[in-house]
């Protein structure tokens, strides 16, 4: 069995716990909805971009504690960054979650996000995790329909 | 290897009234002497769908080692015993279902199909733009959408029974929807999510009362109670073989003779026609009219034996058996503070869902696993009940005749174990 441990980190549970920026925008210039069916995960994303940086960045839903905690430190890490950067931190979130184990994350860009990487030992997790920046790429395209994982 | 063979391969002899021999039990069933993760196997997902004993998967291989050839038109011998033993489980699944004649029986791939073959036949023919289709809250969502599909293409409209907050069907609001716009009643015998017994003998006389159809969705039933569907008097009665003990991709759809014969085809293809010509053909008897094309021969000889072998142990001993099972866990998993159990009918099969206070049911399902314990979670197909309850999914443990109470204990265990992880 991989480690549970890996997977449940401290830093990941604490965020499950008290998720950070959980709550609805009223002057969100982007909004996406994502869906896990597999789990039943809902999310919903509020995004204000303004010339090209996100000044704030919300989240309300219902999901398991991978996606909740996966939610809480996106919208961490996301604001005040240029949607260029965010790009290129979704590259790397989800190129950790898709690597085999022995490569170590690029813990460098992925600062605090690098606690995820024990979702790689738990393949069907890994869409838990991947759903909160599912959903942002759709709110940043200004998607209005719901994106699903499956 | 011929069909007479077959016809013998029962199970093991049928115990004595008071001896549930589990441990033997066990042993007919390779996959429960595996590990996971380690550990050895408890599976407790039945209700998604049963391991398969040892007299099955050889029943398969003997088909295809030594018998395999297309049914019902080869002179040859080898032809002749494939037809002989996909004939014999039809007539082994009339017989475990107590049906007037095994000709009412179709084969179909599972419950799903039989139900959209009943929707896109039998409902083409007889509902009509604002006629009413009643089916349940808790209906998996093979009993819903087929008849969704159908009210689109028709114009009939969906009326559906509410449930208790224990978990029961509303037999009160059921009696309410009744009226004569409806023509059809489609319920579940057994619920997936929560394994409520419905009173279904209640249900199809008041039906019948007012002249309407019922078809019961049997998949969930089938595998835990003796059926016999004169007893309960319903029109159709649906189910898998996987859950069964057989293999995936077969199933069966019963219906009263009457009702088959007026039916139109479901599927057109080889098997299904009497004669054909361009300027047009005509169909096959009943129930070959439904089967067009090669079916799943080996899937049907293996639901013949599995049958064989569920006979064998006897269904009232495995009801008996799993209720037992049932209460114990109940009980154990009652004890388990933070945890509630959804459903909680005094009618119930084996099975329980269950939440935890501010655990979501896939991270339950995750750490359960990594002891070796497998359950499902997530909304079991059933989303409008997750609406009902207002939670997005559960975590669920189904039980089989061949689980014992060392499984239930393992699985209390794992569950102590998601606290710590949580605490």
Redesign the interface.
């Known amino acids: 069995?991989?480690d549970?441990r890996d997977?449940?980190q401290q830093t990941i549970?604490d965020h499950t716990?008290k998720p950070r920026n959980k709550h609805e925008m009223s002057d969100a210039t982007a909004t996406a909805d994502g869906h896990n069916?597999?789990?039943?995960?809902?999310i919903k994303l509020f995004l204000k971009v303004s010339n090209g940086i996100i000044e704030d960045i919300s989240f309300t839903g219902?999901?398991?504690?991978?996606s909740?905690a996966s939610a809480s430190m996106m919208t961490e890490a996301l604001k005040g960054k240029s949607l260029a950067e965010v790009q290129a931190l979704f590259e790397r979130f989800h190129t950790m979650l898709t690597s085999p184990m022995d490569r170590d994350p690029d813990i460098e860009v992925l600062d605090k996000l690098a606690v995820f990487s024990g979702v790689r030992e738990?393949p069907?997790?890994v869409k838990?995790a991947t759903l909160p920046w599912h959903t942002l790429q759709a709110a940043i395209k200004h998607e209005h329909r719901p994106v699903s994982t499956e | 290897m011929t069909t007479t063979a077959e016809k013998k391969i029962a199970g093991r002899k049928a115990p004595k009234p008071d001896a549930f021999d589990v441990a033997a039990i066990r042993n007919d069933f390779p996959l429960l002497q595996t590990q996971s993760?380690?550990?050895p196997l408890a599976y407790l997902d039945n209700a998604a769908t049963s391991q398969k004993p040892q007299a099955v998967i050889a029943a398969i291989a003997r088909y295809y080692t030594n018998y395999n050839a297309n049914i019902h038109r080869g002179v040859y011998k080898l032809s002749a015993d494939a037809t002989a033993a996909y004939e014999g489980a039809r007539e082994k699944i009339a017989r475990f279902i107590n049906a007037p004649s095994a000709r009412e029986i179709v084969f179909v791939r599972g419950a799903t199909e039989a139900v959209n073959l009943v929707a896109a036949t039998w409902g083409m023919d007889n509902i009509h733009s604002g006629d009413e289709i009643i089916v349940s809250e808790m209906e998996h969502h093979s009993n819903i959408v087929p008849w969704q599909l159908l009210a689109r293409r028709t114009g009939a409209i969906l009326r559906v029974v509410g449930i208790t907050d224990a978990g029961e069907l509303s037999m009160e609001h059921y009696q309410s929807l009744l009226s004569e716009r409806t023509r059809l009643v489609a319920l579940t015998h057994v619920s997936n999510a929560m394994g409520t017994i419905n009173p279904v003998d209640r249900i199809v006389a008041l039906a019948h009362a007012r002249g309407i159809p019922v078809l019961i969705d049997g998949a969930q039933s089938i595998p835990h109670l003796p059926i016999d569907v004169q007893k309960i008097g319903c029109d159709f009665f649906v189910f898998s073989g996987h859950k069964l003990c057989a293999p995936t991709g077969i199933g069966a759809l019963w219906a009263r003779y009457d009702l088959l014969d007026k039916m139109p085809p479901y599927q057109g293809g080889g098997d299904m026609i009497s004669s054909v010509t361009f300027s047009g053909s005509t169909w096959n008897e009943v129930p070959h009219k439904f089967e067009a094309g090669t079916p799943h021969i080996a899937g049907a000889i293996g639901l013949g034996v599995a049958i064989d072998y569920l006979s064998g142990l006897g269904m009232d001993a495995i009801a008996r058996y799993e209720h037992e099972l049932l209460t114990d866990a109940t009980e154990k998993l009652e004890k388990i503070s933070g945890l509630r159990i959804i459903g909680t009918a005094p009618e119930k099969a084996a099975v329980i869902s269950f939440v935890m206070e501010?655990?979501?049911?896939?991270?339950i399902g995750?750490?359960v696993d990594?002891e070796g314990v497998a359950i499902r979670?997530?909304?079991h197909c059933c989303q409008p009940l997750?609406d009902r309850y207002n939670i997005?999914?559960t975590a669920r443990a189904s039980l089989a005749f061949y689980n014992t109470r060392e499984d239930v204990d393992r699985l209390v265990a794992a569950i102590e174990k998601v606290k710590e992880?949580?605490n």
């Open positions: 069995m991989s549970l997977l449940y549970l716990r069916p597999l789990c039943g995960d809902k219902n999901g398991c504690a991978i909740t738990f069907v997790r838990c | 993760h380690g550990k501010n655990i979501h049911p896939h991270d995750t750490i990594g979670t997530g909304h997750m997005p999914a992880v949580f």
